[in-house]
């Protein structure tokens, strides 16, 4: 079974594909858009260039223009913010991918500390409690608490 390059995909960067895919169909449906815009700027100014200058289809034909550079301009505004909003969502998503592995990083050097401080706990007890059975062969423990702690493991 061959497998496509979405079977290694994490959930989260399949989402993140998909909302760039969107992302694009709109800037796709936007650059059609001002081009559409453009290229009738582009022949108003050339109906301007026949009509006489001071007559109303003139100074109607600058109001359109205007309105249409006008809507150019917003379109170019809403495609910076756009890209902005982009960059700072993949900056975003970066700095969360970036923040668990440092998280899962955290995590699993913390198990470790944690299980050699209990194996080293269980470690030491176990020798402690070796040298002092040793010392009670001879006969002599060295501590009050030495021989509290092999009195705990006397059967009564």
């Known amino acids: 079974m061959e497998?496509?390059?979405?079977?290694?995909?994490?959930?989260?960067?399949?989402?993140?594909?998909?909302?760039?895919?969107?992302?694009?169909?709109?800037?796709?449906k936007m650059k059609e858009l001002k081009q559409k815009?453009?290229?009738?700027?582009?022949?108003?100014?050339?109906?301007l260039l026949t009509l006489e200058m001071a007559s109303q289809q003139y100074i109607d034909s600058i109001n359109g223009i205007t309105k249409l550079t006008d809507r150019l301009i917003e379109l170019e505004k809403l495609e910076i913010e756009s890209v902005q909003a982009n960059e700072t969502q993949s900056l975003e998503a970066e700095f969360k991918q970036n923040e668990i592995q440092i998280e899962r990083k955290d995590r699993f050097f913390k198990n470790i500390l944690t299980g050699i401080n209990v194996v080293g706990g269980m470690a030491l007890m176990v020798w402690g409690a070796l040298n002092t059975?040793?010392?009670?062969?001879?006969?002599?423990?060295?501590?009050?608490?030495?021989t509290m702690f092999m009195n705990s493991f006397r059967i009564k």
């Not at 497998?3 to 796709?28: H, T, V």
Request: no cysteine; hydrophobic share 25%; net charge negative.
């Open 37 to 47: 815009l453009n290229n009738e700027v582009l022949n108003e100014l050339d109906e």
């Open 3 to 28: 497998k496509s390059i979405y079977d290694y995909m994490s959930n989260a960067s399949r989402k993140n594909n998909l909302y760039f895919y969107e992302n694009n169909k709109e800037e796709m």
């Open 133 to 146: 059975w040793e010392f009670e062969k001879e006969g002599t423990i060295g501590s009050k608490f030495g």
